[in-house]
């Protein structure tokens, strides 16, 4: 096996690998967006602020406790809400909270934003099967008397 098919493989498999890991987060954000994992809990919006992100954009970030619990915990969520509302989230896997939302577009999002991913995954995954199906004939023709 050459150096550069070999390197293409290692390419190629990272790349199915990290396409495989955005299609999971896109899979279990719109799980928990839309709260079909069935843990979303109620929160009195106490305060909302708004925070500056990356290159000058701001996001809105609302906190306040959860209703099924003691007041000691606060639940910070970003939201476009205001003072007094309640208001229900879930907890993602990696820990954050995100609003849950079931409108129309809301689904639309959550079952479409995984495919892109997982299309390029696909394509990681044929192109890996191909540089290894080539890497094994060039050796099978290499090692044939």
């Not at 003691?70 to 208001?87: C, K, M, W």
């Amino acid at each position: 096996m050459t150096k550069g098919r070999g390197l293409a493989i290692v390419g190629y498999s990272a790349l199915t690998l990290l396409c495989a890991a955005a299609t999971a987060f896109a899979v279990f954000d719109g799980l928990a967006r839309l709260d079909l994992l069935g843990n979303a809990v109620q929160v009195w919006i106490a305060e909302c602020h708004v925070e500056t992100g990356g290159r000058g954009g701001s996001y809105s970030v609302c906190s306040g406790p959860r209703l099924d619990i003691a007041a000691t915990h606060i639940v910070e969520v970003r939201y476009e809400g205001h003072r007094g509302e309640v208001i229900r989230v879930a907890r993602t896997p990696w820990g954050s909270h995100e609003a849950v939302d079931t409108g129309f577009v809301s689904w639309g999002i959550a079952v479409l934003l995984p495919v892109l991913p997982l299309m390029a995954t696909a394509a990681a995954g044929a192109f890996t099967v191909r540089e290894v199906r080539r890497a094994r004939r060039d050796a099978m023709s290499d090692g044939a008397p």
